[in-house]
Each structure stands twice: as C-alpha cells, then as structure tokens.
C-alpha cells in the first residue's frame, strides 16, 4: 500500500515574535493560506534556514500547531 504525499509541498518558514519565539499564532495563520491555496502538504522545520536554530520542544511544538490547523486535509 503506497501513501501519495500531494503533488505541491510546501516548506513553512517559521514566524517568530519580537522575543524570537516563535509566533504559533501566525504560523497556524501560515498553514492554513498554504492549505486554502493549493500546497497539498506542509513541511514543517524544513530546510528553510531557522531549523538548526529550533530546539527539538519548538519544533515539536510546530508540528503539532500545523497538525491541528491541517485537521486531516493533508498528509
């Protein structure tokens, strides 16, 4: 049984607040534009540039940001 990822992935950049959190608000606002605009998933913590400087709590924390926005509509 094969899992088909989508035809468009997209790679998040990571919002981050003044105080360099990051920003879970606009990164959901992210997910779901991405989402309503033809990206059939999401990369989350990719190779944009800022995932080196993520702890492995904020990255998680991410993940489970963009799964809650994603709620099943991507892989």
């Known amino acids: 049984m094969s899992t ?3 035809t468009i992935l997209t790679a998040m950049v990571t919002p981050f607040a003044p105080d360099a ?3 879970h608000g606009k990164l959901a606002e992210l997910a ?5 605009h033809a990206s059939n998933g999401l990369v989350v913590a990719g190779t944009t540039g ?3 400087t993520l702890s492995d709590a ?6 489970r940001t963009v799964v809650s ?3 099943g509509r991507a892989p």
């Open 4 to 6: 088909s990822l989508g």
């Open 21 to 23: 959190s990051v920003d």
């Open 32 to 36: 779901e534009f991405l989402l309503g």
């Open 50 to 52: 800022e995932s080196p």
């Open 58 to 63: 904020e990255k998680l924390a991410m993940f």
């Open 69 to 71: 926005v994603a709620d």
